[in-house]
C-alpha cells in the first residue's frame, strides 16, 4: 500500500501565492506519474498538473493554471510540489495528491483545502 501525505493548503488573498507538497511512502514500486488534482464543490474531480517520472519529466497543466502553477523540477524522489502564483477565487478547491505505480495502480492524498479569498 502506498500513503500519500499532503501537506496543509490554507486561505490566501486573489493575488497570492501558495505552496503545496506531497510525498509517498509505503511500498512504492516505480512511480510513472505524480501530480495534483482538484475538486471544487458541486464540481468533478479536474486533474491540475501532473509530471511523468518514467517519461522524461514531462509536464501537463490544465489550461486554466497555466502560466500561474508549476511542478518544480528536482524535487526529491517520491515528493511532489505545486507553486500556485496569482491565485484566483476559482482556484478554491480541495487540492488531491496522486501518484500512480508502474502496476497502474493509482494512489490518492486525504486532500487539503485551499480557499482564495476575493
Known amino acids: 500500500q502506498v500513503e500519500l501525505v499532503e501537506s496543509e493548503g490554507g486561505l490566501v488573498q486573489a493575488g497570492g501565492s501558495l505552496r503545496l507538497g506531497c510525498t509517498a511512502s509505503g511500498r512504492i514500486l516505480k512511480t510513472n506519474v505524480m501530480g495534483w488534482y482538484r475538486q471544487a464543490p458541486g464540481k468533478q474531480r479536474e486533474l491540475v498538473a501532473t509530471?511523468?517520472?518514467?517519461?522524461?519529466?514531462?509536464?501537463n497543466y490544465a489550461d486554466s493554471v497555466k502560466g500561474r502553477f508549476t511542478i518544480p523540477r528536482g524535487s526529491p524522489k517520491n515528493t511532489v510540489d505545486l507553486q500556485m502564483n496569482g491565485l484566483k477565487p476559482e482556484d478554491t478547491a480541495v487540492y488531491y495528491c496522486?501518484?500512480?505505480?508502474?502496476?497502474?495502480?493509482?494512489?490518492w492524498g486525504q486532500g487539503t483545502q485551499v480557499t482564495v479569498s476575493s
Open positions: 509530471i511523468s517520472i518514467s517519461d522524461g519529466g514531462e509536464i
Open positions: 496522486f501518484a500512480r505505480q508502474n502496476d497502474g495502480r493509482d494512489y
